[in-house]
């Protein structure tokens, strides 16, 4: 069963296409990441999914109502946590969640087991203003909010920028256990070692999907050998390896450069001669192990 169906999505703004024919399916109980930049369109079509904004062409359906003439029940089906904190930021924390359950017609009490493991972390914070909660706190807060009517599908827009690393893990554990009460989760995110942790993924880059699928199977059918190479001069070496005759693509990636050969016929030894001769020390280089940056890179 589908929770989420998405035809031929389209949205502009003036002459900026947003979004481009996108097509996806996402099945109940799915964890669905959408991946990509900043611009990549991740959030206009949230959204349009959340009905908050009317695309110029395409349909798409939220567990069978469509987006445009069933609104009212999608909203009450969903939970949204939009990328930019929006909550009250003078209200205190059990201010803001009593808010959110009473416009859903709810309380705290009674859909308190659904967030009690997210909630018991900053129930000791409960009478703190909003505003005042660091980055983590705020997000936790957003996530019972969004919570707190039980809605069967959530969406999350970029959870997780601007988070420490520790609050980032600490996030998509929770993710996982609410996966586990089959709530289907929509999560975007910019941060392509986040794409591991969906069941399947979509790469998206100018309002284009660029692929669809796991994200195991996405490194697995990659048909490219990439190559860690590292010398003294990273700087240097990037233009150096953008200049070599037979490179396919060259890019930074942490404390070495993926290089890639056009004809995947790569000469070790041609390159640390090609190097050397461009004054280049230290070289080193290995085959790497592919990420999901790297296959995006290419696409």
């Known amino acids: ?38 611009g990549a369109g991740k959030t206009t079509l949230f959204r349009i999914l959340t009905t908050l904004l009317i695309a110029d062409e395409g349909s798409a359906a939220i567990m069978g109502f469509d987006v445009v003439r069933d609104y009212k029940s999608i909203r009450s089906a969903v939970g949204y946590m939009p990328g930019k904190f929006s909550l009250y930021q003078d209200l205190t924390v059990e201010e803001n969640l009593t808010f959110f359950a009473t416009l859903f017609g709810t309380t705290i009490a009674e859909n308190y087991e659904l967030i009690k493991d997210i909630y018991i972390q900053i129930e000791p914070f409960k009478n703190r203003r909003a505003g005042a909660l660091s980055g983590g706190m705020k997000q ?140 280049h020390t230290d070289i080193k280089i290995k085959q790497a192990q592919i990420a999901i940056e790297d296959v995006f890179m290419d696409l």
Not at 3 to 28: R, W
Not at 219 to 235: C, E, F, G
């Open 1 to 38: 069963m589908m929770s989420i169906k998405v035809q031929n999505i389209s949205k502009s703004y003036k002459n900026l296409k947003a979004v481009d024919s996108v097509s996806f399916e996402v099945k109940k109980g799915e964890l669905f990441g959408l991946i990509g930049p900043d």
């Open 140 to 279: 936790k807060l957003a996530l019972c909010c969004a919570l707190i009517h039980a809605p069967k599908v959530l969406f999350l827009d970029e959870p997780t920028t601007g988070v420490d690393p520790i609050s980032r893990k600490e996030f998509w554990e929770m993710l996982k256990r609410l996966q586990q009460q089959d709530i289907t989760i929509l999560v975007s995110t910019p941060y392509m070692d986040e794409a591991s942790l969906c069941d399947r993924i979509a790469l998206i880059q100018h309002g284009v999907v660029l692929k669809i699928d796991s994200p195991e199977n996405i490194i697995k059918n990659y048909d490219k050998t990439i190559y860690d190479v590292a010398t003294k001069n990273t700087h240097s070496l990037i233009h150096d390896l953008k200049n070599y005759p037979s490179q396919y693509s060259v890019y930074a990636f942490g404390e070495f450069v993926h290089y890639t050969d056009q004809e995947n016929n790569f000469d070790r030894k041609e390159l640390e001669k090609y190097l050397k001769d461009k004054n």
